[in-house]
């Protein structure tokens, strides 16, 4: 990475598998991982963490995915962090929908590996650029 800084990610993921997957794959490419395993947890460390990017996972125990990212939206100190959604659901449509619900962009499950790297690369690199 440049400057030496690595640039931080939230992992909101409840499922152990996304969890190992999504931490080795970002590990590998110079990302520090911050993990959250609910909607709830993820809104009570943000202000310490503070993250460059959050991956969010909609099917959360406690909170949902949506609910959290619209408390996160709503909170200063975290709007103008982008809250990428991660989903098992992709339908037609779908993408619309969540990012009517507020998150910054989408991904779907399972992951691509390749894909999923450049998709990280290019959230990250827009919120180093101070694009919405
Ligand atoms: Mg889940």
Redesign the pocket.
Known sequence: MTHGTKKKIMVV???PMNKILTKEILTVQGYEIIEASSGSDAIKRIAGDKPDLILM????PEMDGITATKILKSNDVCKGIPIIALTASAMKGDEEKILAEGFDGYISKPIDMKQFVKDIASYIKKKAEGQP
């Open positions: 993921e409840d499922n996972d909609l099917n959360l």
